[in-house]
């Protein structure tokens, strides 16, 4: 069955870095777009980074910008997000998230979230 299985949360000072993952599985991985979203308590969710099936092409937040980098690896079914520069703000759950659209059709796949906390 569809799996998203994010990993590499965790706590990290302001102004550290992480990597997240999030390994793919029962779905064909290379057909569809990945994105990075999260939430934090009380606010609504957000798109934080988005990639294109092949890898061609990414998109940020604003806020991000600067920041993040999403990457795919096709050949190991992963995404990853390497967040560097971080701030208190960042604070959430990130969600990892798989979608397409083919024919009218939308296919999306969402992960369990991996807690990411910026503290001192």
């Known amino acids: 069955q569809v799996q998203l299985v994010e990993s590499g949360g965790g706590l990290v000072q302001p102004g550290g870095s992480l990597r997240l993952s999030c390994a793919a599985s029962?779905?064909?991985?290379?057909?569809?777009?990945m994105n990075w979203y999260r939430q934090a308590p009380g606010k609504a969710r957000e798109l934080v980074a988005s990639i294109t099936s092949d890898g061609g092409s990414t998109n940020y937040a604003d806020s991000m910008k600067g920041r993040f980098t999403i990457s795919r690896d096709n050949a190991k079914n992963t995404v990853y997000l390497q967040m560097n520069s971080l701030r208190p703000e960042d604070t959430a759950v990130y969600y990892c998230?798989?979608?397409?659209?083919?024919?009218?059709?939308?296919?999306?796949?969402w992960g369990q979230g991996t807690q990411v906390t910026v503290s001192s």
């Open positions: 998230n798989a979608r397409a659209v083919v024919s009218w059709t939308k296919y999306e796949y």
């Open positions: 029962g779905f064909t991985f290379s057909y569809y777009a």
